[in-house]
């Protein structure tokens, strides 16, 4: 006999390789309509030749399918997920609940103004708060993501450079950005020019002053950065850039670690994006759609996308008269619902509340690096913000076992491994965010687990080597599937 | 680890082997341990005149993204074709069958100015270290 536990732990097969012929899942009523031929129905083009090759199950083979593939699921509603710069964070139903309210739920993009005053003014509180958060003076709520809040801002500030008869054609880029600040640079036509760290992980001032030119767009920046760490010199790179017309674009990535306590509006930057699928408790991680917000100050609020959600008095209404605007970057108005679970949060938190959350991400950051640095390496010895960087170069040097062997390890005790071999600029590294939601005891288990593990690498290196031994599937060769993909299911 | 001897090397770990005006380019065993298993190697095209110091390739690898960058000016004469089936000949054999491509060198004695294999030895030891 296995017990149910064991069979979750067993790899489920596809749904094809389930199939059995002449078994379905489905019975149709009887037909109440004349019985016309398909080709009589459709035209000859529209017509496929052999019939599909969808999967014969029944219904108790689907439901039990889907159900043990949830089984053998890991996500926050499951165990600790401290994947750093994603702020796994807790997502409370009660955003779900506001969310699936018939009146949000079921409005219709092209419903009349009159007809959905609530949802705008929904809409427009949403943007006052995050104009608030942000320090910024208007938000459009329309990009779908972090990244495309990224292209989003590269596309206003070049717009705001041709406006002033300028060509500038590079986007200066930390060492430690997370990758999709170059990719979306480069999508918008830009070169992008790479900023070293200084020895206290933040931008290197003097490179800075010497990459800076009247060529340059502006600097892309991450405050705090992939290292957890607040830049320090934050006045002065703002300075450097500014003095030779250049902007600030902040990537809102870890501002988890911010709110209520620095505003980026007010430290220099002149376009914000938010991730409400991060910071605002929205499900992402497979469970998404995100939203990525993106705010500009004054002389960059012309160009936002457009419409905007304005305010005649009580009455709200879309505003498409925005000549500089960049224009229209999703179709209707964002990922309306993951804004209504945003929204909802922020509501449930108050100001005091957000405030809350990200002392305490902070502090359940720094209560695991200093745990953590008891057993790894700590390239940056220095207070984190919501998240930590320790490396496993002395397990690799010492016993020959790396982070991603490690990695896998921590699969065995239950846990989702954090982001490993990220920010580039630290060998073996791993990068912790706990974030606030978690307890010290879910703290405690997994830095004893990470000492474990630690030292298992010097005991029984080989054990940790061939993590993960307890999961459905065991190490998967990447390199093999990154070489050679194999995407999609094939009839023999 | 060794490196050839006679060849010529980058801080950015690349390592050039010049003959008769002409030099074979890539990476160092440091810059492919580090890297970890290469997935993907993307060749410069035949005829493309590159700078010392410019972007000639991205490599992956299941870690990450990574550029590679020209130990000197000239022009791309040829390329290793294998790397498209066989991107792991880099891991294999970086200092050999995992060469990149190949450079007519604009001038020979730009190579002066990058590390011989003592030099590069020691960087690269001194790299690993810092951690």
Request: glycine fraction near 10%.
């Amino acid at each position: 006999m296995t017990s149910q536990l064991e069979a979750g732990r067993r790899p489920e097969p596809l749904i094809f390789e389930m199939s059995s012929p002449g078994r379905i899942a489905y019975s149709l009523p009887a037909l109440d309509v004349p019985d016309r031929p398909v080709e009589e129905c459709l035209p000859a083009g529209a017509l496929r030749r052999t019939a599909p090759e969808l999967p014969e199950v029944s219904e108790v083979d689907v439901v039990r399918h889907f159900t043990r593939l949830s089984q053998i699921q890991h996500g926050v509603d499951i165990g600790f997920y401290p994947l750093g710069s994603c702020t796994m964070k807790y997502n409370p139903k009660v955003n779900e609940d506001m969310a699936s309210l018939p009146g949000l739920a079921g409005v219709h993009p092209y419903f009349p103004e009159e007809l959905v005053q609530g949802a705008l003014e929904l809409l427009y509180r949403m943007e006052r708060y995050l104009c608030e958060i942000g320090g910024v003076s208007r938000v459009s709520l329309q990009p779908a993501a972090g990244a495309h809040g990224e292209l989003t801002g590269l596309l206003m500030f070049r717009a705001y450079h041709a406006d002033r008869g300028e060509n500038r054609t590079r986007i200066l880029i930390p060492d430690s950005a997370h990758g999709t600040n170059p990719a979306s640079a480069i999508v918008c036509g830009y070169q992008t020019v790479e900023v070293p760290s200084d020895h206290r992980g933040g931008v290197d001032i003097e490179a800075l002053k010497r990459l800076m030119g009247p060529d340059v767009a502006g600097l892309m920046l991450t405050n705090p950065n992939t290292l957890g760490l607040f830049d320090e010199n934050m006045a002065t790179v703002a300075e450097i850039v500014h003095s030779q017309g250049g902007l600030l674009y902040y990537d809102g990535a870890n501002a988890n670690a911010i709110m209520g306590i620095a505003r980026p509006g007010d430290t220099g930057f002149d376009v914000v994006h938010f991730n409400l699928h991060k910071t605002f408790a929205t499900p992402h991680g497979g469970g998404g759609p995100g939203s990525g917000p993106v705010g500009a100050v004054a002389k960059l609020e012309p160009y936002l996308p457009a419409p905007l959600v304005d305010a005649d008095g009580d009455r709200y209404r879309l505003a498409y008269d925005r000549p500089r605007s960049i224009g229209r970057v999703k179709s209707f108005y964002g990922n309306f619902l993951v804004v209504v679970k945003a929204y909802a949060y922020i509501r449930s938190m108050g100001a005091e509340g957000l405030l809350r959350v990200s002392e305490d991400a902070v502090l359940n950051a720094n209560y695991l690096m200093r745990k953590l640095a008891e057993h790894f390496h700590l390239p940056y010895d220095r207070h984190c913000k919501h998240e930590c960087v320790v490396s496993g170069v002395w397990q690799k040097d010492r016993h020959g076992v790396r982070t991603l062997d490690m990695a896998k390890r921590l699969l065995d005790y239950g846990f989702h491994a954090p982001t490993i071999y990220f920010p580039l600029i630290v060998p073996e590294c791993l990068m912790v965010e706990p974030t606030e939601t978690e307890s010290r005891q879910t703290l405690d288990a997994f830095a004893g687990t990470m000492a474990h593990i630690a030292g298992e690498a010097e005991s029984d290196p080989d054990l940790v080597k061939g993590a993960p031994h307890t999961t459905p599937v065991k190490r998967l060769d990447e390199a093999l599937a990154a070489r050679k993909p194999n995407l999609r299911w094939r009839p023999e | 680890m060794t490196y050839p001897a006679g060849y010529r090397y980058t801080k950015t770990h690349e390592w050039i082997a010049a003959e008769g005006g002409k030099g074979k380019v890539g990476l160092t065993d440091y810059a492919q341990d580090h890297l970890g298993d290469i997935t993907f190697v993307e060749l410069p095209e035949v005829g493309r005149q590159l700078k010392r110091g410019e972007v000639f390739s991205v490599v992956e690898s299941v870690k990450a993204a990574s550029d590679c960058y020209s130990p000197a000016g000239g022009r791309v004469v040829a390329v290793n074709q294998k790397l498209e089936g066989e991107p792991d000949l880099i891991n294999r054999d970086p200092h050999g069958e995992g060469w990149i491509f190949e450079l007519e060198l604009a001038d020979p004695a730009e190579l002066d100015a990058l590390m011989d294999v003592e030099t590069y030895s020691r960087f690269a030891a001194e790299e690993g270290e810092k951690g």
